[in-house]
């Protein structure tokens, strides 16, 4: 699968964005979704996932902020973004993984990575 993420941008904190991940190739409904972010000189974090189902799992730093979401009729993932502060800053990837449990943090449980987009959340 070939995922392209899409939706970063620079905003005030306090602000909102909605990232898109849009995948092609295999079923996009056989994959558990996730969404990491890196920023500059830290390690990729985990920051939310969806199961096949629906399921939702949220890093503690993003609960009641941050709402992943998916449309498996437009082979989509959405992470929606509210209330954004500048530590939000990041590289956001989206990944896709196919076997396993979906409620795992790390990187190296995925299997298929997007390029990326920037975040940037000025104070």
């Known amino acids: 699968v070939q995922l392209q993420a899409s939706g970063g941008g620079l905003v005030q904190a306090g602000g909102s964005l909605r990232l898109s991940c849009a995948a092609s190739?295999?079923?996009?409904?056989?994959?558990?979704m996730g969404w990491f972010r890196q920023a500059l000189g830290k390690e990729r974090g985990f920051v939310a996932a969806?199961?096949?189902?629906?399921?939702?799992y949220y890093t503690d730093s993003v609960k009641g902020r941050f709402t992943i979401s998916r449309d498996n009729a437009k082979n989509t993932v959405y992470l929606q973004m509210n209330s954004l502060k500048p530590e939000d800053t990041a590289v956001y990837y989206c990944?896709?993984?196919?076997?396993?449990?979906?409620?795992?943090?790390?990187?190296?449980?995925?299997?298929?990575w997007g390029q990326g987009t920037l975040v940037t959340v000025s104070s």
């Open positions: 969806i199961s096949r189902s629906g399921n939702t």
């Open positions: 190739g295999r079923t996009f409904s056989s994959y558990h």
């Open positions: 990944a896709a993984k196919e076997y396993g449990a979906y409620n795992t943090g790390s990187p190296t449980a995925y299997d298929y």
